[in-house]
């Protein structure tokens, strides 16, 4: 179906291509996937999906009334298909609130208090089907659901509980609709080559959310209340990548300063932990085989990979025209590349990657607070550290007045609880009474 173009506010939507493209195919009568990795900006573009905009736009395309109702299953109170519909009741509920008849409305909790209660999975699913089935036939618009943050209900839904999915889509073909959005392919987070009939149903309108366009930056960095001069939008834009998450890291890291050049940039963003923890979100999301990929695109300047290989990562947004999409990113992950040998004993510290090992295992990522205080006391090993010098480079001068010792001591308490096996008695970050703290080389003995 082609779209009346002329009247539809498309710039109004987040991402407005890759809208118009969804919604394009929601009015043609298809079921859409959205996929991207962490922070590139799925939940915003689903959320604006919800919005009025979107929903002018899918009647004017569409000719008819739509409600496009969002659904964060981050929401659910457990990773279950029980759980699964109660979110979806629930967020259906608080949508339709005022935009129902009284006696549907009523009848939709009456499900939902249903399936709160249900004693086993049949009962939670007849409560479903019977909700959304009242929905299709008494709504008076399509029903379409945007479920968010779908990768590990996915992933744990047993087989029955998604042919049940596809049962009532195809019950109710020209009334109900399903768009998902994950970090991957939806038969790649079940492990198939051959697409389940529920993910069947995406299989020909399956898109990657876009980087950000240039005109995207500045709107960002208002929302943020950073006013960079020229030319740093343009630096963050291309150490970014147009990623969001990073963009917005890189931005703060560059606001205050005198940078104005790419290079000079990407030196002063390597130095800081945001923009390696947003690095580090995305790494985690790989497969080994994907890092290995990704890190011989980043350290070897003529490599040239297997053409599906180059296409997977692509698909994950991760390369483009044969490149790691971000300087940053590409930085972080050569950087990881080349770490040296670890040690059994002791604790290293990374401050190109912003790893962190203990006694030759990596502990989980740090916060900016935490890593901070790492590598304060990292660089002064084996001496005293008072807790002005820690507030003082931790928070900055300016919060002297602000952060008690209380703070410093809750700091001090979550890091050693990244780093000692036995927190209430540690062995490398000791206390010394009245005097403030010190990181040891060797582990205590005793």
Known sequence: MTPKSTSLAWADLPFPNLARRVLEDLAAGRCASVVGLSNTGKSTFMRGLATPPARAAYEAVRGRPGRLLYVDCNRAVAISVQAFYEVVLRSLLEALAGDASAELYDRLRAYHASITEAGNEFGASLSFNLALSDLCQELGADLCLLVDEFDEIYTSLEDRALLNMRALRDRFPDRLLFVTATVRRLPGLRGRVVEDEFAEMFSQSTHVVPPLARDDVDLILADLGLSLPDPQPDICYQLSGGHPGLLIA?????SGTDTDDVATGLTRVSREPQPRAECLKIWNQLNDEERVWLAALATQAESRLPA????QL???????????????LSGFVGRRSRTPGVEDQGIQVDPDSG?????????????DLEYRLMALLDERRDKVTDKYKIVTTVWGEDYLGDVDDAR???LVSRLRGKIESDPSNPRYLVTLRGRGYKLLTRPKKG
């Open 308 to 311: 599906p290989q180059m296409a």
């Open 408 to 410: 410093v001591e809750k």
């Open 250 to 254: 890189v931005a703060q890291v560059l």
């Open 355 to 367: 790893d962190v090992w203990v006694d030759g295992v990596r502990i989980p990522v740090l916060t």
């Open 314 to 328: 692509e698909a994950l947004g991760l390369v483009r025209k044969g490149e790691v999409f971000s300087a940053v």
